[in-house]
């Protein structure tokens, strides 16, 4: 049951790697976005670019969710299944927290490139560069929550 329980957790963290990936490259296609005006060819394709990016990250948060799920409270449902959730699990609360806030980073740059689809302006890419870099910051708390488990 432990190799069961190491596939789920390869693929959990395969998912959310792919998923991250869109966290950090759907506000770079905003940037370039920003920086394309005046190029209605080229904020076509950004936008295309964009909104299958989107759809992609859904789907892998959407997978990586449902694995983590498993990982958290399959061992109530599968007999003989590990669980990393030991006591205590404030670790747990406070990493679930920062996925809350990284889905709404996502969510609200994909807000952004719909706005773009309906004529909305963006803001400048200076400061969507200094948006960018916000979901680094969460990521390290995650990272050092789920290898730390502090509290």
Request: charged residues 15%; glycine residues 10%.
């Amino acid at each position: 049951m432990y190799s069961t329980y190491l596939w789920v957790k390869s693929f959990h963290l395969l998912f959310v790697v792919a998923w991250m990936s869109t966290v950090f490259y759907l506000p770079r296609i905003l940037v370039n976005l920003a920086e394309a005006q005046g190029q209605p060819e080229v904020q076509a394709r950004l936008v295309l670019m964009g909104r299958r990016l989107y759809r992609f990250g859904h789907n892998m948060f959407g997978i990586a969710a449902a694995l983590g799920l498993v990982l958290w409270l399959g061992y109530r449902v599968i007999d003989g299944f590990p669980t990393m959730v030991g006591n205590p699990a404030g670790w747990l609360h406070a990493k679930l927290a920062l996925v809350v806030l990284m889905l709404a980073y996502y969510i609200f740059t994909g807000r952004w490139l719909k706005g773009v689809e309906q004529g909305r302006g963006l803001p400048s890419s200076g400061r969507l560069r200094l948006f960018n870099e916000l979901p680094i910051l969460l990521l390290l708390g995650i990272i050092w929550l789920v290898l730390a488990k502090p509290f």
